[in-house]
């Protein structure tokens, strides 16, 4: 085989690598985008029973995920953010970019006091299961699985105690 034989045949392997890529990359889009709808109207579920006007509500919005490496005007992500309002106090379920290996990472913003601490949602498929990750600082993040039970023990601490 001669050089420009070679680099045509590297060309060609090369265009089917890319296009395994972009293949890969739209199906674990879909189900990136599909898994934080379903997550939402669990959410939007679980919550349905105590909603009450100026007390608990929930709302979804369009949302364009960005990050570090892609920019808001250039990302593909385009997925919906979910607000909740509890006692007049914010809590937002905002989609991160997908990580590697279709890595689902939503970060909950409302909910932690700790100054550097964060609180995410986070799903790695193919499980389907929500874990609930606090980290603070350089220690490992707690975690713990993400049901209605464990919502609303985190969404209580937003509500205001009688002091008496």
């Known amino acids: 085989m001669d050089d420009v034989q070679?680099?045509?045949e590297m060309l060609r392997h090369y265009a089917e690598s890319e296009a395994h890529k972009k293949q890969l990359f739209e199906t674990q889009s879909a189900v990136w985008a599909t898994r934080i709808g379903e997550l939402f109207g669990q959410i939007e579920q679980w919550l349905a029973p105590v909603k009450t006007p100026h007390l608990l509500e929930v709302s979804r919005e369009d949302y364009v995920a960005f990050g570090a490496n892609v920019p808001v005007e250039s990302s593909t992500f385009k997925t919906e953010k979910l607000s909740i309002l509890i006692a007049g106090k914010p809590v937002d379920i905002v989609p991160e970019v997908m990580g590697a290996g279709g890595l689902i990472s939503l970060a909950v913003m409302g909910l932690?006091?700790?100054?550097?601490?964060?609180?995410?949602?986070?799903?790695?498929?193919?499980?389907a299961d929500w874990q609930w990750r606090k980290t603070n600082g350089l220690k490992d993040p707690d975690i713990f699985a993400?049901?209605?039970?464990?919502?609303?023990?985190?969404?209580?601490?937003?509500?205001p105690r009688e002091r008496g």
């Open 146 to 159: 993400f049901d209605a039970n464990f919502l609303a023990l985190q969404l209580q601490s937003l509500i």
């Open 112 to 127: 932690t006091a700790a100054r550097y601490g964060s609180v995410s949602l986070v799903c790695q498929p193919p499980s």
């Open 6 to 8: 070679q680099l045509g």
